[in-house]
């Protein structure tokens, strides 16, 4: 009717502040409809970083299921890892929502191009101590496309397990432990190779893979040599 056409030309104004205004008053409302998420999906790539940051808050008002797509959209936008503001409203508007889906949260955290987010939701998972989140960020750490994504997820991997010994190691593991060798061979960066092979080594000690014990062994051996 007439209200939902006033509010479909805020919501496109010309002037940010108004669309910004719209956006805000319009999820307080908290009547969400399907027509509504997308608006804010699409809002979710404005062009104006103060229409962005309201659609970031708008995420608190919405259903956990609802927040994923107009996350994604946020989470497009490189040029708002500048943001001071705009990463850690992504971050608070998807947190509750990671661990009821961690697959989502993942390809999110995938396809994200504002790093904060990206790796809080690993983190997150990370901290739940879950085994299905444990092996979902090993598969995830091993279709990485560099060593430096892989590293966002095998650092909170290994954080989550130190003091832990799992029983089982999980099936992802070996996987991860050969791509990990591809890469500390390729990599230039020799600060990178060091932390590959640091994570391997401490998430191989702890889900017992017995490739782990020489290389702990020799380290163990340097620390003592002082």
């Not at 936008?77 to 998807?94: F, K, R, S, V």
């Amino acid at each position: 009717g007439g209200t939902q056409k006033l509010w479909n030309e805020l919501m496109s104004d010309s002037d940010p502040n108004v669309r910004r205004w719209a956006v805000q008053l319009r999820t307080e409302t908290r009547s969400v409809d399907t027509k509504l998420l997308g608006t804010l999906k699409k809002l979710g790539a404005d062009p104006e970083p103060v229409v962005r940051l309201a659609v970031a808050s708008s995420l608190q008002r919405l259903k956990h299921e609802d927040r994923w797509e107009i996350a994604r959209a946020l989470m497009a936008n490189e040029a708002d890892n500048q943001d001071h503001n705009l990463p850690q409203m992504i971050w608070y508007g998807i947190e509750p929502a990671v661990p009821e889906s961690p697959e989502r949260a993942l390809s999110a955290a995938r396809e994200s191009r504002v790093d904060l987010p990206a790796r809080l939701i690993a983190r997150r998972l990370a901290d739940s101590q879950a085994p299905q989140a444990l092996e979902q960020l090993l598969k995830q750490a091993s279709a990485s496309r560099n060593a430096k994504e892989a590293l966002m997820y095998l650092a909170p991997v290994s954080d989550s397990l130190k003091g832990r010994i799992i029983e089982k190691t999980p099936e992802a593991w070996n996987a991860v432990y050969l791509r990990v060798g591809e890469w500390m061979k390729s990599a230039e960066d020799a600060t990178i190779v060091a932390q590959l092979r640091d994570l391997r080594n401490a998430i191989g000690a702890s889900v017992g893979d017995a490739r782990a014990v020489p290389a702990l062994r020799e380290v163990a051996r340097d620390v003592a040599a002082g």
